[in-house]
């Protein structure tokens, strides 16, 4: 199973911008950029940034699971964090994708199962790789938008929730007709497919 935090659209920068406002070797005399404050939120969460050749490890699973947990194995939070704006007349936009070890556990039962703590885990990370896929969505987007800075916010927001809308669906489907990893073969199905979507996308890798 997988928690997916809701997108960060680019209305929500504003909010998260005061985070920024201490970062190391930046004069206070102006405002954070873009990158600066979305490097504090990640940071503020002690973050992982998704990147190819960095694959989870249950070491970085962080927090107890809860008692409340039921038969969940494991559970991974993950967030997209985004922003777009104009300076002057120039576009600038980032999105990350971003695993949060505070927030993901897992069961120390599956730890003792090398089949299960194998199974477990590829589970978890297409889960985190599906969430990148939509990331790149949303960078291809950004990237081919026409005079973006004749744009409204909303415009822009609007995308944001639709790639999010879109992403929260396919990981509700990933973990239904895979059984949360139970099964092999859709569980084989869906890793190959993720695969092929982040290699489709790779020009949107960053």
Same mark, same amino acid.
């Given at each position: 199973?997988?928690?997916?935090?809701?997108?960060?659209?680019?209305?929500?920068?504003?909010?998260?911008?005061?985070?920024?406002?201490?970062?190391?070797?930046?004069?206070?005399?102006?405002?954070?950029?873009?990158?600066?404050?979305?490097?504090? @939120?990640?940071?503020?969460?002690? =973050?992982?940034?998704?990147?190819?050749?960095?694959?989870?490890?249950?070491?970085?699973?962080?927090?107890?699971?809860?008692?409340?947990?039921?038969?969940? =194995?494991?559970?991974?939070?993950?967030?997209?964090?985004?922003?777009?704006?104009?300076?002057?007349?120039?576009?600038?936009?980032?999105?990350?994708?971003?695993?949060?070890?505070? #927030?993901?556990?897992?069961?120390?039962?599956?730890?003792?199962?090398?089949?299960?703590?194998?199974?477990?885990?590829?589970?978890?990370?297409?889960?985190?790789?599906?969430?990148?896929?939509?990331?790149?969505?949303?960078?291809?987007?950004?990237?081919?938008?026409?005079?973006?800075?004749?744009?409204?916010?909303?415009?822009?927001?609007?995308?944001?929730?639709?790639?999010?809308?879109?992403?929260?669906?396919? !990981?509700?489907?990933?973990?239904? #007709?895979?059984?949360?990893?139970?099964?092999?073969? !859709? @569980? =084989?199905?869906?890793?190959?497919?993720?695969?092929?979507?982040?290699?489709?996308?790779?020009?949107?890798?960053?």
């Amino acid at each position: 199973m997988s928690l997916r935090l809701p997108i960060a659209a680019a209305a929500a920068l504003a909010v998260i911008a005061g985070c920024a406002a201490s970062t190391p070797g930046r004069s206070t005399n102006r405002p954070p950029t873009l990158s600066e404050t979305i490097d504090a @939120q990640i940071a503020q969460e002690e =973050a992982i940034v998704w990147a190819p050749r960095r694959l989870l490890t249950w070491s970085d699973f962080k927090m107890n699971p809860p008692d409340e947990a039921g038969i969940t =194995a494991a559970r991974t939070a993950y967030r997209i964090i985004d922003g777009a704006h104009c300076v002057r007349s120039k576009f600038e936009y980032r999105v990350v994708t971003t695993f949060r070890p505070r #927030e993901s556990w897992v069961r120390l039962s599956i730890l003792r199962t090398p089949a299960d703590n194998t199974r477990a885990l590829r589970h978890e990370q297409t889960h985190f790789d599906l969430s990148e896929v939509h990331a790149r969505r949303l960078r291809r987007y950004f990237s081919e938008l026409m005079a973006p800075c004749n744009l409204a916010p909303g415009d822009l927001n609007s995308a944001a929730d639709r790639i999010g809308r879109e992403e929260k669906a396919a !990981q509700e489907r990933y973990d239904s #007709e895979t059984e949360n990893g139970r099964n092999v073969n !859709q @569980q =084989a199905r869906w890793d190959k497919e993720v695969d092929g979507q982040l290699l489709a996308l790779a020009k949107f890798i960053k």
